[in-house]
């Protein structure tokens, strides 16, 4: 198993840029989610999903747009870039009850 | 609504001593509790969780955490520090019902070992 991959590793936007995070999981969880993680601030749950075609907001939604079609699949859109989205996000999956899988991350500059 | 406090940023400890990283939480009904640790450009790795039964929960790598519910706490224990467990540790909670499933996480501990 791949577990749970997240392309790209590292991006450069300039601010007002749209752009997709993939995450990809094998493992057949219902729960897949996106944080992101900022010196200081821990991680912060930004969109959730418990299963194809079930989304819904965390803590930080604004400026972010998710979708579910397939379980294995939960891309993140970046609307319109903005520097304080500048951050390292994570891309994370689950069995009900069980432990998250998270991804490598993906290194996020926008300027 | 749940939370997860981790009240030290940084635990500094030498090698060979035992190492406590502390957590509270606070959540509705019964917990489910977990542990995770962030080596330096990675993604956070699962190291253990409490879902019911013994309050003694040993995981990955010689670490454990032991369950206190009076105290609402999770703190994780390791007998012996290695260098090599100088990373970011997490603790999450979620409700075992009702909610999103999703846990809460705290902020980070920073754990250093020194030689």
């Known amino acids: 198993n791949a577990g749970v991959t997240q392309t790209p590793k590292f991006q450069v936007l300039k601010t007002g840029q749209s752009m997709t995070l993939q995450c990809a999981q094998d493992?057949?969880?219902?729960?897949m989610s996106w944080y992101r993680q900022d010196p200081g601030m821990g991680l912060r749950l930004i969109h959730y999903?418990?299963?194809?075609?079930?989304?819904d907001q965390g803590e930080v939604p604004n400026g972010y747009n998710v979708s579910r079609s397939t379980t294995e699949d939960f891309p993140l859109r970046l609307l319109s870039a903005a520097p304080s989205q500048t951050s390292v996000y994570f891309c994370a999956s689950a069995k009900v009850a069980g432990e998250q899988y998270f991804g490598p991350g993906t290194r996020l500059t926008v300027t | 609504a749940q939370s997860v406090a981790q009240p030290e940023d940084q635990v500094n400890v030498a090698e060979g001593n035992p190492l406590t990283v502390k957590c509270t939480y606070s959540?509705?009904?019964?917990?489910?509790l977990f542990w995770y640790v962030q080596y330096p450009n990675r993604g956070l790795q699962f190291l253990l969780k409490y879902i019911t039964g013994d309050n003694l929960v040993k995981g990955s790598y010689g670490f454990e955490a032991e369950f206190n519910k009076s105290q609402t706490s999770f703190h994780l224990k390791k007998p012996s520090a290695l260098v090599s467990d100088s990373a970011l540790y997490f603790c999450a909670v979620r409700p075992t019902s009702g909610g999103s499933y999703i846990p809460t996480f705290g902020r980070g501990t920073s754990l250093i070992v020194h030689p």
């Open positions: 999903s418990v299963g194809a075609g079930i989304t």
């Open positions: 959540v509705s009904g019964n917990p489910y």
């Open positions: 493992m057949n969880h219902e729960y």
